[in-house]
T-cell receptor, first 115, second 108 residues
Framework: DAGVIQSPRHEVTEMGQEVTLRCKPI?????LFWYRQTMMRGLELLIY????????DSGMPEDRFSAKMPNASFSTLKIQPSEPRDSAVYFC?????????????FGPGTRLTVL | KNEVEQSPQNLTAQEGEFITINCSYS?????LHWLQQHPGGGIVSLFM???GKKKHGRLIATINIQEKHSSLHITASHPRDSAVYIC??????????FGTGTRLKVLA
């Protein structure tokens, strides 16, 4: 299996632009998580989905952030409009289906820089 | 106070030394995870624990449920062990609660 796939790996944009980050989870996994990592705050959960349905979006910082999962093999995290404080590494992770399987598998991350 | 605390925050060791990283948590958990992140790199799961002890190569992870404490040990440390080690817990849900991480540097 190719593992969790994220694109792009690096994104540089200007303040006010729309940014879309993409994630393909591992086939057969039923949970998908979006995380943000910064030096100041470490890893933070933004939102997670179960069977394509958003379960907990309490970590989404504000209305500028939105996430969708239209099907089991694809999710997007969108920031509109982007701000310099959104600069961070964004990770996507997925979890294998089944009770008791708590381990998550992380993608390589997208490093976002907002100028 | 964070629900998951790690110590130390930073650690420098000489090659060959025995290393211990600690994690304490204040919530009830169903599992505890140790993750590794190399500089500029992705995040890899090292261990998932709900009780006792696990070993993989030179890495050993232990957990004491009563004391709400876990340790990650590295024996015969090597420069390639230099990374950030992150403790994370599942507290009744599948989402992770993260510690702040321990930055380890092993010198040759």
């Amino acid at each position: 299996d190719a593992g969790v796939i994220q694109s792009p790996r690096h994104e540089v944009t200007e303040m006010g632009q729309e940014v879309t980050l993409r994630c393909k989870p591992i086939s057969g996994h039923d949970y998908l998580f979006w995380y943000r990592q910064t030096m100041m705050r470490g890893l933070e959960l933004l939102i997670y989905f179960n069977n394509n349905v958003p379960i907990d979006d309490s970590g989404m910082p504000e209305d500028r952030f939105s996430a969708k999962m239209p099907n089991a093999s694809f999710s997007t995290l969108k920031i509109q409009p982007s701000e310099p404080r959104d600069s961070a590494v964004y990770f996507c992770a997925s979890r294998v289906k089944g009770a008791g399987y708590n381990e998550q598998f992380f993608g390589p991350g997208t490093r976002l820089t907002v100028l | 106070k964070n629900e998951v605390e790690q110590s130390p925050q930073n650690l420098t060791a000489q090659e060959g030394e025995f290393i211990t990283i600690n994690c304490s948590y204040s919530v009830g958990i169903s599992a505890l995870h140790w993750l590794q992140q190399h500089p500029g790199g992705g995040i890899v799961s090292l261990f998932m624990l709900s009780s006792g002890k696990k070993k993989h190569g030179r890495l050993i992870a232990t957990i004491n449920i009563q004391e709400k404490h876990s340790s990650l040990h590295i024996t015969a440390s090597h420069p390639r062990d230099s990374a950030v080690y992150i403790c994370a817990v599942n507290a009744g849900t599948y989402k992770y609660i993260f510690g702040t991480g321990t930055r380890l540097k092993v010198l040759a």
